[in-house]
């Protein structure tokens, strides 16, 4: 499975941005997508997830601002991100999996930067 992230870039506090993630190869194993995001220094945080019937989870961070979506014909997963906060900012990525998200066993994309200025 490959992933090929884009979107991202800088916005001021309050601003919005969109990520997207498209997926190619051996798509029917996976059953459940997400974005991460990583901070220098700390470990990577699962933001949100969605599953293949599109059951949604989120972080508590981003509850109520970030929504995860899928376009199953294009085997794309996006990330809407609104009223962004300066910690927001981190690169994200995005990750895929054949049963659960794990770090040490996803499939991910390149990271990009998401820059959120106060």
């Known amino acids: 499975v490959q992933l090929q992230a884009s979107g991202g870039g800088s916005v001021q506090a309050g601003g919005s941005l969109s990520l997207s993630c498209a997926a190619s190869?051996?798509?029917?194993?996976?059953?459940?997508l997400g974005w991460y995001r990583q901070t220098p220094g700390k470990q990577r945080e699962l933001v949100a997830s969605i599953t293949s019937s599109s059951s949604t989870k989120y972080a508590d961070s981003v509850k109520g601002r970030f929504t995860i979506s899928r376009d199953n014909a294009k085997n794309t997963v996006y990330l809407l991100m609104n009223s962004l906060k300066p910690e927001d900012t981190a690169v994200y990525y995005c990750a895929a999996a054949r049963w659960g998200l794990k770090p040490e066993s996803n499939y991910w994309g390149q990271g990009t930067q998401v820059t959120v200025s106060s």
């Open positions: 190869g051996m798509i029917f194993s996976i059953s459940i």
